[in-house]
């Protein structure tokens, strides 16, 4: 391990996170988003001023992040918005660089910048959604951990599990590979993860009083009916969302990668195969929920820093697949490979097979969010989304 301190990481060393910036900002400006769920934020902050009253955007409750916007919605409306996610994403950018460099990870930048690239990273560093900024707090709070300052770490930890609820999976298994790799102590842990679940706790509290303290309503999800959720389909959109969150010539470098992985029987340090099992628990943890609620990619975002920090133990002396891998996550903003295509967009109970070229994520994403870039209110979206 690296001992790497804030005083060690030059300021030009960083200056290749501008790159995402000049990425990101031009998407800024074209209002809140193209999800439903980011109004729902707003008519959250709408009726508190309205009626005094909370109610929350969406089960489980999202409270540190629908706190966060109203706040920047109220200063400067959705460039504000925008701005602060845009921001937390820096937050999560830098801390995943931090804990590459301190981990020894070879190549750290470029598998920032893969991270950075995703279409589904861009998209979601680029509007007002939640998952950047859980991922933003739970990085902050890795960073404090490694500066061995684990009850702000605690904090940091609790308002990413504030943001999103699932982030908590993601505190314990951070938890447990920094103290088995001796980073951090048993009183470290313990303070940090205390902090985490008293502040969590808290931020948990406007939700459940919303739900009449019936805990078991909060994680009761809105999926639909029955008929889009019989195995087949639950099972076929697990596939394809997973798929589309890397992209069809992504999977297909993975799978050589493995091919190759197999072939020339490479050794990897003791360490880094603690690395790699902890990475594989995450990323096996959060494939379990997700199969619960295959709804949108994006619920996987916070598996990628963990996947591509894998990746890059592996691949540690093949700058070239790295930089392959940069490029078609890049490409996949603009074009991808379809394999299937939905009877009914968000409500498909059957589905087209063959081979297309269709616009990426990012492409896609960005036409609605021109389409209704004069909403600040659901009322406005969905009629927008109709005509």
């Known amino acids: ?23 990101y900002l031009p998407f800024i400006v074209l209002g809140y988003g193209p999800d ?30 629908e706190v966060f916007t109203f706040f920047a919605n109220r200063i400067g409306g959705s460039i504000a918005t925008n701005l602060a996610v845009l921001f937390m994403s820096l937050v999560s950018l830098y801390g995943f660089y931090y804990l590459c460099r301190t981990l020894a990870i070879p190549n750290p930048k470029y598998l920032v910048l893969i991270v950075a690239l995703n279409p589904y990273y861009w998209v979601a560093s680029t509007t007002t959604m939640d998952y950047i900024f859980a991922l933003g707090f739970f990085f902050m ?15 940091a930890f609790s308002l990413a599990v504030g943001c999103r609820l699932t982030t908590i999976v993601l505190v314990v298994f951070i938890l447990a590979l920094l103290f088995i790799l001796r980073l951090i102590t048993v009183q470290e842990v313990v303070t940090s993860f205390s902090l985490t679940a008293v ?25 639909g009916g029955t008929q889009y959720w019989s195995l087949y389909l639950r099972v076929g959109r697990f596939i394809y969302k997973n798929i589309s969150l890397f992209s069809v010539p992504v999977w297909l470098l993975f799978a050589g990668m493995g091919i190759y992985l197999l072939k020339s029987r490479a050794r990897v340090e003791n360490t880094f195969i603690k690395i790699i099992l902890l990475s594989l628990l995450i990323f096996l943890a959060y494939e379990v929920l997700f199969f619960y609620a295959p709804l949108e990619p994006s619920y996987l975002l916070v598996i990628l820093p ?32 379809s394999f299937a295509r939905p009877n009914l967009t968000n409500h498909a109970t059957n589905a087209q097979y ?9 492409v896609s994403e960005t036409l609605i969010r021109i389409r209704v870039i004069d909403c600040a209110d659901l009322n406005c979206y969905r009629n927008k989304m109709l005509n």
């Not at 391990?1 to 990425?23: E, Y």
């Not at 093949?318 to 991808?336: D, E, K, P, Y």
């Open 36 to 65: 439903s769920d980011t109004y729902e934020v707003l008519r959250t902050g709408n009726t508190f001023i309205r009626n005094f009253d909370y109610i929350p955007s969406r089960s489980p409750g999202y409270f540190v992040f």
């Open 354 to 362: 063959g081979l297309w070229l269709d616009p990426g994520y990012l």
């Open 141 to 155: 709070g890795v960073m404090l951990l490694l500066k061995k300052k684990a009850p702000y770490a605690g904090i």
């Open 199 to 223: 502040f969590a706790s808290i931020f948990y509290i406007p939700p459940l009083d919303f739900a009449k303290y019936r805990w078991w309503n909060i994680f009761r999800l809105d999926m």
């Open 1 to 23: 391990m690296k001992d790497i301190s804030a005083n060690r990481i030059l300021q030009k060393d960083n200056l290749f996170l501008l790159i995402p910036v000049f990425l």
């Open 306 to 337: 963990f996947v591509f920090i894998t990746v890059g133990i592996l691949m540690a002396g093949h700058r070239r697949v790295l930089m392959a891998l940069l490029a078609l996550m890049f490409i996949s903003n603009f074009v991808v490979i």
